[in-house]
């Protein structure tokens, strides 16, 4: 009976049967469930929300720098440098200039910077965003 | 990249949609996952969570505004799982071509490591026939499946209501969790 068609595609046709399972489990099912599966159905759902946090945040700095680097592109082909958002050079010269006059900076921050570890532009421009959103260049700098 | 057409949402609308997500969705999301790798079990099903919330996030799997946000993230699920499958398939290596007189709905003919894991998806069917022996619901679904048949048609073709259709799919997830806890490949 069950020899006739391709067992991959039977199997493939049971796991989107099992997932319609899944998605259409009520809600004390599906939480009675991950109680049973991982104690605390709460904390272990607050651990996929951080992952899904993580991804959020580092595709929001994605997106910062990916802007930027337009930005850049259109003031530098415009031949113009009137905008308040720097360039990655300039960034990265404020950042270093920073480093240099003060000690109070978050070490967890600065860490990599002060170490002389490599960063790579998007690094320079995220932390530089860092130190701005925390006042640092509100003195003049910026 | 130009602006996201009307049909879509932005990165925006899609962040939300994933903070707005209720612990009920997570967990029916992760268990969506983890049946879509349950033959895979060095793929960790929150591996799949992950790289689909960076691909709808990213824009490389877009959200028509027109459909659920659950149905485009387990369709989001799908895909990445295929993608991460196919990955592990290559990992282990593949075998030496060995022609097979039976189609298995592949493009082209399967090599040695594909007719062993034929053998192996068969005797898993097999195990799950004799699971469910005494309970004829659950060998419709099961028959279903083998045909490609969807769920309306598995009811009207045995006679099932909706609710026992349902009725059987629980007992096929819960039987099959039961028998396999680590998935149908170990």
Same mark, same amino acid.
């Given at each position: 009976m069950s020899n006739q068609k391709s067992p991959k595609k039977t199997l493939d046709n049971l796991v989107e049967l099992l997932c319609d399972e899944a998605m259409a489990a009520s809600d004390a099912d599906i939480v009675a469930e991950a109680t049973a599966y991982h104690g605390d159905a709460k904390t272990h759902v607050s651990k996929l929300r951080a992952m899904a946090e993580e991804r959020i945040a580092m595709h929001r700095k994605?997106? !910062?720098? &990916? @802007?930027?680097?337009? !930005?850049? @592109? @259109?003031?530098? @082909? &415009?031949?113009? *440098?009137? !905008?308040? *958002?720097?360039? !990655?050079? &300039?960034?990265?010269d404020l950042v270093l200039n920073l480093l240099k006059k003060r000690d109070d900076l978050p070490q967890r921050l600065t860490m990599a910077a002060r170490s002389g570890e490599s960063m790579s532009d998007e690094d320079w421009a995220s932390l530089y965003d860092d130190l701005s959103d925390l006042g640092f260049f509100d003195g003049g700098e910026k | 990249m130009g602006e996201?057409?009307?049909?879509? =949402?932005?990165? =925006? +609308?899609?962040? #939300? =949609?994933? $903070?707005?997500? $209720?612990d009920e969705d997570w967990l029916r999301l992760e268990k969506a996952a983890s049946y879509h790798v349950y033959r895979y079990s060095s793929i960790n099903p929150k591996e799949v969570l992950a790289e689909a919330v960076s691909r709808m996030l990213g824009g490389e799997r877009r959200w028509p505004r027109d459909v659920n946000f659950n149905t485009y993230f387990r369709n989001v699920l799908r895909s990445v799982a295929d993608e991460l499958r196919n990955k592990e398939k290559e990992r282990l290596g593949l075998g030496t071509t060995v022609l097979v007189a039976f189609d298995d709905g592949q493009d082209g003919p399967p090599d040695g490591r594909d007719l062993v894991q034929q053998v192996e998806h068969q005797e898993t069917?097999? #195990?799950?026939?004799?699971?469910?022996? +005494? +309970?004829? #619901?659950?060998q419709s679904l099961v028959l279903g499946a083998e045909e490609g048949m969807t769920a309306i048609e598995v009811q009207k073709e045995f006679n099932l209501s909706g609710a026992e259709y349902d009725a059987a799919r629980k007992r096929l997830d819960r039987g099959l969790k039961k028998h396999f806890p680590k998935g149908w490949r170990s």
């Amino acid at each position: 009976m069950s020899n006739q068609k391709s067992p991959k595609k039977t199997l493939d046709n049971l796991v989107e049967l099992l997932c319609d399972e899944a998605m259409a489990a009520s809600d004390a099912d599906i939480v009675a469930e991950a109680t049973a599966y991982h104690g605390d159905a709460k904390t272990h759902v607050s651990k996929l929300r951080a992952m899904a946090e993580e991804r959020i945040a580092m595709h929001r700095k994605k997106r !910062l720098f &990916e @802007a930027r680097q337009k !930005l850049d @592109a @259109a003031s530098s @082909a &415009e031949g113009s *440098n009137a !905008l308040v *958002n720097r360039t !990655l050079s &300039e960034m990265k010269d404020l950042v270093l200039n920073l480093l240099k006059k003060r000690d109070d900076l978050p070490q967890r921050l600065t860490m990599a910077a002060r170490s002389g570890e490599s960063m790579s532009d998007e690094d320079w421009a995220s932390l530089y965003d860092d130190l701005s959103d925390l006042g640092f260049f509100d003195g003049g700098e910026k | 990249m130009g602006e996201t057409p009307d049909e879509f =949402a932005s990165p =925006a +609308d899609v962040e #939300q =949609a994933i $903070r707005g997500l $209720r612990d009920e969705d997570w967990l029916r999301l992760e268990k969506a996952a983890s049946y879509h790798v349950y033959r895979y079990s060095s793929i960790n099903p929150k591996e799949v969570l992950a790289e689909a919330v960076s691909r709808m996030l990213g824009g490389e799997r877009r959200w028509p505004r027109d459909v659920n946000f659950n149905t485009y993230f387990r369709n989001v699920l799908r895909s990445v799982a295929d993608e991460l499958r196919n990955k592990e398939k290559e990992r282990l290596g593949l075998g030496t071509t060995v022609l097979v007189a039976f189609d298995d709905g592949q493009d082209g003919p399967p090599d040695g490591r594909d007719l062993v894991q034929q053998v192996e998806h068969q005797e898993t069917i097999e #195990q799950i026939w004799g699971l469910f022996s +005494d +309970d004829e #619901q659950v060998q419709s679904l099961v028959l279903g499946a083998e045909e490609g048949m969807t769920a309306i048609e598995v009811q009207k073709e045995f006679n099932l209501s909706g609710a026992e259709y349902d009725a059987a799919r629980k007992r096929l997830d819960r039987g099959l969790k039961k028998h396999f806890p680590k998935g149908w490949r170990s």
